[in-house]
């Protein structure tokens, strides 16, 4: 564990895994504001509970679902990088697709 946490500190995040980041993040706010203003409500029946209890929870479970997952992701990757940096980018790909036919047409129209 505590190699595994050393290899993290001195290693650059791949661009691979801040696009991640960077999805999970915009779902993530733009859901909350969706559900706030009563535009929208969760798909996922794991997390529509939680949506339900208000933003906050909403934020928080779904910050716990991606980050442990980037993090193993980044953590992994020296090991395999060209499995990972393709895992990450078909990752980017699929969550892009979802995202914007799931949640893009709530923002700009369908």
Do not use: W
């Amino acid at each position: 564990m505590r190699r595994l946490a050393e290899s993290l500190r001195n290693q650059r995040i791949s661009g691979e895994v801040l696009c991640l980041l960077f999805l999970c993040i915009l779902d993530t706010v733009s859901s909350a504001i969706l559900f706030h203003s009563q535009l929208a409500v969760e798909a996922n029946p794991l997390l529509r509970p939680y949506a339900e209890m208000g933003v906050i929870p909403f934020v928080l479970v779904k910050v716990l679902t991606f980050v442990p997952a980037v993090v193993f992701i980044e953590a992994v990757r020296p090991r395999n990088p060209h499995f990972f940096r393709s895992l990450a980018r078909v990752a980017c790909a699929v969550y892009a697709g979802i995202y914007l036919t799931g949640v893009g047409h709530q923002f700009f129209g369908a």
